[in-house]
């Protein structure tokens, strides 16, 4: 079994093989040891759809499927099957706040509950804006109680809708980012194309993108001729390593200049 605890909440993935009644001993057995926990949720189904959300089932504790958790100097509140959340994130946002520089225009496209665009408001005071687009309508909610409660709200913009008709409105509008994070669901499409769109001359993106180790070639192939089709020429500053997904496979962050 693997668990992650999300503030309150410790969000278990067992083995097919468990029990019930083993399950049912082993969230007793991570209340007792953990003071902070107060709920332990089984996840009875992977991230899945658009929204990139799971499926949760009780196990011990209080019922609750809300979570408060605390990060980078940040606190945030969601429920955990409605809003995509990964606590292992934290210090890809801890990396990301730490590049972000003064007086910048922030993009953040899949912002989920926020966490981003709160984490860089909140810490790195000096840049100018930061607007954080996101699908999912609870997402959103939870989002600007995230903004509010951090102090936020006059730094970070929330638009909730699909990148794909934000931001060519945004375009329309004369809005250019300086850099834009692309905190991209693992689905295949790239939306670089989107993020292109309201890139300016010299702007840094920071693309997430999943791949095997043997294909992160490939991953980086694919950037690169996305963004020939739009006609933009790019440099790949870096490729690291942001997170792992499954045995040789990861999560990882292409750090790209748009030249043009
Ligand atoms: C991998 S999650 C990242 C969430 C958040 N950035 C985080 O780290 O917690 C991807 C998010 O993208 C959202 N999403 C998926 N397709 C989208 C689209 N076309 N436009 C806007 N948001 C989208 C999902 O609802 C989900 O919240």
């Known amino acids: 079994m693997s668990y992650d605890i999300i503030g309150n909440i410790a969000l278990v993935k067992f083995n097919e093989k468990t029990g019930e ?34 499926k949760t089932k009780h196990l011990a504790g209080e019922r609750t499927k809300e979570a408060e958790y605390k990060e980078n100097g940040c606190a945030f509140r969601f429920n955990i099957e409605k809003c995509y959340f990964s606590p292992r994130l934290a210090e890809e946002r801890k990396r990301l706040m730490q590049m972000c520089r003064k007086g910048e225009r922030i993009l953040v ?44 709200s006059s730094k970070v913009r929330l638009i909730q809708g699909d990148v794909k008709k934000v931001l060519p409105k945004l375009k329309a509008k004369g809005e250019k980012f300086d850099r834009i994070i692309m ?62 997904i499954a045995p040789g496979k990861y999560r990882y962050r292409a750090d790209i200049r748009v030249m043009n």
Not at 109 to 134: D, H, L, Q, R, W
Not at 194 to 213: P, T
Not at 218 to 239: F, S, W
Request: with cysteine.
């Open 183 to 244: 905190a991209r669901p693992n689905l295949k499409e790239t939306f670089l194309k989107w993020a292109l769109m309201v890139a300016r001359k010299g702007a840094i993106i920071h693309y997430h993108g999943f791949s095997h180790e043997d294909d992160m070639e490939k991953m980086v192939e694919e950037i690169r001729k996305e963004c020939g089709k739009e006609k933009r020429k790019i440099k790949v500053l870096r490729v690291s390593k942001a997170g792992d």
């Open 21 to 54: 009644r083993n399950k049912k001993k082993i969230a007793k057995e991570l209340l007792e040891k953990h003071p902070n926990i107060k709920t332990v949720l089984e996840k009875t189904e992977r991230v899945k759809g658009r929204l990139r959300t799971i």
């Open 109 to 152: 496209m899949f912002g989920g509950v926020a966490p981003y665009a709160v984490v860089i408001a909140k810490n790195k005071t000096e840049i100018k804006k930061v607007v954080s687009v996101e699908l999912g309508k609870e997402c959103n909610r939870y989002a600007r109680w995230n903004a509010e409660k951090n102090k936020v």
